[in-house]
T-cell receptor, first 115, second 114 residues
Framework: AQKVTQAQTEISVVEKEDVTLDCVYE???????LFWYKQPPSGELVFLIR??????QNEISGRYSWNFQKSTSSFNFTITASQVVDSAVYFC????????????FGTGTSLTVIP | DAGITQSPRHKVTETGTPVTLRCHQT?????MYWYRQDPGHGLRLIHY???????DKGEVSDGYSVSRSKTEDFLLTLESATSSQTSVYFC?????????????FGPGTRLLVL
């Protein structure tokens, strides 16, 4: 079973629109960590954020914000006032305390921001 | 960012030939990983290493082997390349502090098997 689901395969928005990328995870661990990575067209994978299961406080970093809700097992990522440079594939990932060696990645959401 | 390099960055090979990809890190991270990235599948774990000479299989390990003789190097070998192994391969490293630690990725290797 997929531990991390990113149901949105591709999203297109017009520049300056807000966009939310969904991430739903599945785990039985009480201690776990969630991550978001960005993969721009150049291909590298860039770490964006890490969240632990005990901290449900939303986080904002500039135009980026993350909404962690344990009740719905979701860790959604919102880009406010999107820009062309936000065009990338975004991956959500899960790391569990009991299987700490491994990351479980979602299949990614490809975001295109149209100028 | 961890200093992670991969070589080669691009390779074209023929079906049936062995191929070795190298991952080199300068951060002394104990854990190293090999993933493949394919459209519609995201990142899938091939093998990982939790120390020198200590390796384990991931979800798509068939047709691949790995070796880790030094902390800084993790080699991925395609024993007899097939067209289904055409992919982008990423190496990642991680500190051994448990589930909280972030994975950092190399730049990737594009492999085309003809």
């Amino acid at each position: 079973a997929q531990k991390v689901t990113q149901a949105q395969t591709e999203i297109s928005v017009v520049e300056k629109e807000d966009v939310t990328l969904d991430c739903v995870y599945e785990t039985r661990d009480t201690t776990y960590y969630l991550f978001w990575y960005k993969q721009p067209p150049s291909g590298e994978l860039v770490f964006l954020i890490r969240r632990n299961s005990f901290d449900e406080q939303n986080e904002i970093s500039g135009r980026y914000s993350w909404n962690f809700q344990k009740s719905t097992s979701s860790f959604n990522f919102t880009i406010t006032a999107s820009q062309v440079v936000d065009s990338a594939v975004y991956f959500c990932a899960l790391s569990e305390e009991n299987t700490g060696n491994q990351f479980y990645f979602g299949t990614g959401t490809s975001l295109t921001v149209i100028p | 960012d961890a200093g992670i390099t991969q070589s080669p960055r691009h390779k074209v090979t023929e079906t049936g030939t062995p191929v070795t990809l190298r991952c080199h890190q300068t951060e002394n991270h104990r854990y190293m990983y090999w993933y493949r990235q394919d459209p519609g599948h995201g990142l899938r774990l091939i093998h990982y290493s939790y120390g020198v000479k200590d390796t384990d299989k991931g979800e798509v390990s068939d047709g691949y082997s790995v070796s880790r003789s030094k902390t800084e190097d993790f080699l991925l070998t395609l024993e007899s390349a097939t067209s289904s192994q055409t992919s982008v391969y990423f190496c990642a490293t991680r500190q051994p502090q448990g589930a909280a630690e972030t994975q950092y990725f190399g730049p990737g290797t594009r492999l085309l098997v003809l």
